[in-house]
């Protein structure tokens, strides 16, 4: 099994950034693809950012291209989710989560079997 804890949200103020958290562990060889989701109040979960094992791979949603940078530090068994310039819109419980299986990166929730409790974010306007 496979333990994700995030960490890093809060309250911030449009315009500012915050720095999500992923802390993997248990059995950390089954972490391959990482991903972020999030979910606002009223919608479905959506996709964010993923990340290959090695980093080589990374993809965004295209509502945060430019504004959010993904990264991992395998040996610290972590992932990062670095948010920059926040919008009001971006206000929702962000989660991480974890795909055994894929060499790659894929963008699809149903693929991620790990998955975190979710860290709350919100930007005030």
């Known amino acids: 099994q496979v333990q994700l804890v995030e960490s890093g949200g809060g309250l911030v103020q449009a315009g500012g950034s915050l720095r999500l958290s992923c802390a993997a562990s248990?059995?950390?060889?089954?972490?391959?693809?990482m991903a972020w989701f999030r979910q606002a109040p009223g919608k479905e979960r959506e996709f964010v950012a993923a990340?290959?094992?090695?980093?080589?791979?990374?993809r965004y949603a295209d509502s945060v291209k430019g504004r959010f940078t993904i990264s991992r530090d395998n040996a610290k068994n972590t992932v990062y989710l670095q948010m920059n310039t926040l919008k009001s819109d971006d206000t929702a419980v962000y989660y991480c989560a974890a795909d055994p299986l894929t060499t790659g990166v894929t963008l699809s929730a149903a693929e991620y079997v790990y998955w975190g409790q979710g860290t709350q974010v919100t930007v005030s306007s």
């Open positions: 990340i290959s094992w090695s980093g080589g791979i990374i």
């Open positions: 248990g059995r950390t060889d089954r972490t391959r693809a």
